[in-house]
């Protein structure tokens, strides 16, 4: 039986990850070499997303690269009736007064039939073309794409490790050691918060995005 989705507390909202569509990992042994595996892939994935300015394309790169799905192509599927106002603090990320426009969606990022992450997103629909908010406000187009032509950049502002394959102290004190089954890895193993720029500098959107489990639900490596 699966555990219920994840619930994350960040800024005092709470963030839930549909564990049933995320959990992933069952196909790794409980070994200190695929621990060690996968504390690698962590801080790669990590690494990947800080450096590159669309989480949406590099999701579809680690799609492609892992196999994860037939076609390396990531779908967003808009969460229905998910509403939530910025705070404060957002407000004052984007740059916006009291009474100015933001809208607000959630979506679940998907590479076939895998849920790599969970987005939320608060934009402002006067800093995007109308185009764009078309295809925001009526498609499950992955925000990513729709507002690629913004060359935009990204500022992160919060990177959170949900899922620790080796324990503290490892380096020092050794590698643990192998345990029955697989490893249970969580239905959330990453946290990013940060917001997105045109080229002119004005931002235009703050994303909360919470990385699935389902990230390493591909067949590890040989190992010892």
Known sequence: MRAP???LLLSGLFFAVPAAATEGGSMWPDTPDARLELEALVATLDARLLSHPSATLTLEGWCRDHGLAPVAHVVARRVPGATRAPSAGQRRELAVGAEEEVAYRRVELACGGR???VADNWYVPARLTPAMNGLLARTDTAFGHVVADLHFTRRTLESTRLFAPLPDGWERDGL???GAGTIAIP???????????RQDGVPFSEVVE????AMLDFPPPPLK
């Open 5 to 7: 989705g994840a619930l």
């Open 115 to 117: 849920v790599l992450s």
């Open 176 to 178: 643990p050691p192998a």
């Open 187 to 197: 239905a959330a193993i990453l946290r990013h918060r940060a917001v997105l720029y």
């Open 210 to 213: 919470t990385y699935t489990g």
